[in-house]
């Protein structure tokens, strides 16, 4: 079963967003394997989720894929241009990233957080913004539905809405690729699911953008997600379209307790079995 994949759809030549083959990276200090021989493409308009129990290489997984660090062997190839021969700079530009744990000064509002997304800095450059950015900044936060944050300081703003500023934020440098680390991390339910229409309505409206979301609960998956990865201690388990990779073998073999799947008008959820006690 380990590195099963399942068939989808897919055009094989359309160039891909993210090519990893054969990646393995160890760590250093130990010569601990992290990754191991890992697979994996991902290509225009295909929205992933990533899952994976906890210790499976997912932190190193989204640094390699946010070009943040390089692979110990094997090639890692994003937005068409190979790690180890690009300026790495130039290409994270190009590439969105939304995590929870991002640090952001909690005084400046939320227009002026999106604004930072164009020159890439904790601070709005604001010699760089002109009226057309500003403009931009707007619609994008009308875009994930929080317009009416724009005057608000981003600190008093909710955990949901803090998610969908950021998103924003990440939007401002027109990503070919989306990288969302637990988004939900933290939030109520009401917040959970504004993020989810959101990050829905945003991959149904662009249709060439590629989103990675990693998340612990199935729940958190908006409808639009086509492709699932399982990552079991730095292997991939399975991965392909959701429909085959989201179910109650895989998602046991992944997590190591009987876990049962379920979708209901595009949505999923899971739950573990209670055990029987002999």
């Known amino acids: 079963m380990a590195g099963q994949t399942v068939e989808s759809p897919v055009d094989e030549y359309e160039a891909a967003v993210l090519r990893l083959q054969d990646v393995s990276v160890r760590r250093h200090t130990t010569d601990h394997l ?8 991902v290509r225009p308009g295909e929205h992933w989720a990533l899952l994976r129990a906890n210790g499976a290489g997912k932190t190193t997984l989204l640094r390699l894929l946010g070009a943040l660090m390089h692979p110990t062997t094997g090639a890692v190839e994003v937005l068409g241009s190979r790690l180890g021969r690009v ?5 994270r530009a190009r590439i969105g990233h939304v995590s929870s744990a991002q640090r952001v000064p909690q005084d400046l509002t939320a227009h002026a957080v999106v604004l930072t997304g164009h020159s890439g800095t904790v601070q709005p450059l604001w010699r760089t913004c002109d009226d057309e950015v500003r403009l931009r900044a707007h619609d994008l936060l009308t875009e994930l539905g929080v ?20 998103i924003a934020r990440a939007l401002m440098a027109d990503p070919a690729l989306l990288l969302l680390d637990e988004p939900f991390n933290a939030l109520d339910l ?20 590629a989103t990675v979301t990693v998340t612990h609960h199935l729940e ?14 730095g292997r991939v388990l399975s991965q392909g379209a959701v429909n085959g990779v989201l179910t109650d073998s895989l998602m046991t073999a992944c997590f190591g307790r009987d876990i049962t799947v379920s979708r209901r008008d595009g949505r999923w959820s899971a739950y573990s079995s209670r055990r029987s006690h002999a």
């Not at 992290?34 to 493409?41: K, N, R, S």
Request: glycine share 8%; net charge negative; hydrophobic share 35%.
């Open 34 to 41: 992290i990754l191991d021989g890992v697979d994996w493409t």
């Open 87 to 91: 300026d790495v700079r130039e290409l």
């Open 147 to 166: 317009e009416e944050l724009a005057d608000r300081p981003y600190g008093v703003c909710s955990g949901g809405q803090r998610a969908r500023v950021l």
């Open 190 to 209: 009401p917040s959970r699911e504004d993020l989810v229409e959101a990050t829905h309505r945003l991959a149904e409206g662009r249709r060439r953008l």
């Open 220 to 233: 958190e998956l908006f409808p639009a997600v086509s492709h699932g990865l399982l990552l079991r201690e």
